[in-house]
């Protein structure tokens, strides 16, 4: 019948996200969206190898991680992340107090129910066979509230009390219960990312100076309080002080590196994961370096540029600076995470703990990762084309 609208399929349903029809923006960054696809591949590839070992001695199955890393992250991450693609970002702007307090929400449920778990650290929340990591929501959540926050202070971005107070307030809040737990790797993500946003909403640099002065000396503060955390200064200015000991993972993974040579040994040839700690974990960029070789390792960070690349481009196109903001506390937040994961490999920082985005075994990471993907995609579709 002339004039009746027709139906859409179910697979031009689906697809909306990636095509162009008016009112939902143009298509997304292809180039992000191929990062993305290639990282999960490989990902895959260099946990089953990096895991096998410690999987079956645990489980007596070799790829009981990666199969937990599909269930728990991949394939939650991959239904939120096409989620994420769908929903206009601007809707994140109505939730960002709830986002803010929802964050402190989940910080405070590590200390105040028994959900916390048998963990050597209190960072984790246990709901009947599930688990997850409150603190890698928060990540996203506060850059969310902080996207809205500056944008809607505008000028005030540089008064004193109007916002860097109220910053400080916030930001000590959560600091201390993610102190508390104890993550400082996270926190140093969380820290650095949310000044990053300060710094590009348009702060006040003297204002800015004096909280990383502050900083600093709380993080000295910390250091001195908890001799782990000395210890782990100590193990990356000099590692043969105790090679059995504090030294042993950075010493390991050094080994490891060093030991790909050119072209590695081959995948599921590393010998040193078994005697790295956590070689699916924190330690899975010294197994890739050692089972690809240096020329290959070299060509998979390059897709871990583009991505950030991407991630800024998408982030200077933006038309409005709550989707600038947004953007760029994300990738700033993804381009830390892989610093700080790989310059701790490499011996160019302390060893911190924290995850390599897309790689390490961790579901929670994978799928808050996923979902700050989508997101990022989600703006790259309202980006002008200039």
Known sequence: MIGKKRKSSFVEWFLQPFTDKRGNGHQPDYVLLAAVALLLFFGLIFLSSASSTLAFYKHQDTYRFVKQQITHGLLPGLVLFYLAIRINYDHYRKLSWLALFGSFGLLLLVFFTSLSGDYSAQSWIILGGFSFQPAELVKLFLIIFLAAWFEKQGEDMK????????????????????????????????????????????????????????????????????????????????????????????????????????????????????????????????????????????????????????????????????????????????????????????????????????????????????????????????????
């Open 159 to 386: 008064n004193l009390k109007k916002t860097t107070i109220p910053f400080i307030f916030i930001m000590g809040i959560i600091s201390f219960l993610i102190i508390k737990q104890p993550d400082i790797g996270t926190l140093s993500i969380i820290g650095l990312t949310a000044l990053a946003m300060y710094y590009l909403a348009g702060a006040k640099l003297t204002h800015l100076w004096s909280i990383l002065s502050a900083g600093a000396l709380a993080f000295l503060l910390m250091v001195k309080a908890a001799p782990y955390r000395m210890n782990r200064i100590t193990a990356w200015l000099n590692p043969d002080v105790d090679p059995q000991g504090i030294g042993w993972q950075i010493k390991q993974s050094l080994i490891a590196v060093g030991s790909g040579g050119w072209l590695g040994l081959g995948l599921g040839s590393s010998r040193q994961k078994s005697y790295l700690p956590q070689p699916a974990n924190d330690s899975i960029f010294a197994v890739i370096a050692e089972e690809i070789g240096f020329l290959f390792t070299f060509a998979f960070i390059i897709l871990f540029i583009i991505l950030i690349h991407r991630g800024f481009q998408i982030a200077r196109k933006s038309n409005d600076n709550f989707a600038k903001l947004l953007a760029s506390g994300i990738i700033t937040w993804m381009a830390l995470q892989i610093f700080i994961n790989v310059g701790g490999i490499l011996k160019l920082m302390p060893l911190t703990g924290v995850p390599l985005p897309f790689i390490s075994l961790g579901g929670t990471n994978l799928v808050v990762t996923l979902i700050a993907m989508g997101v990022l995609a989600n703006i790259s579709k309202f980006t002008s084309k200039r």
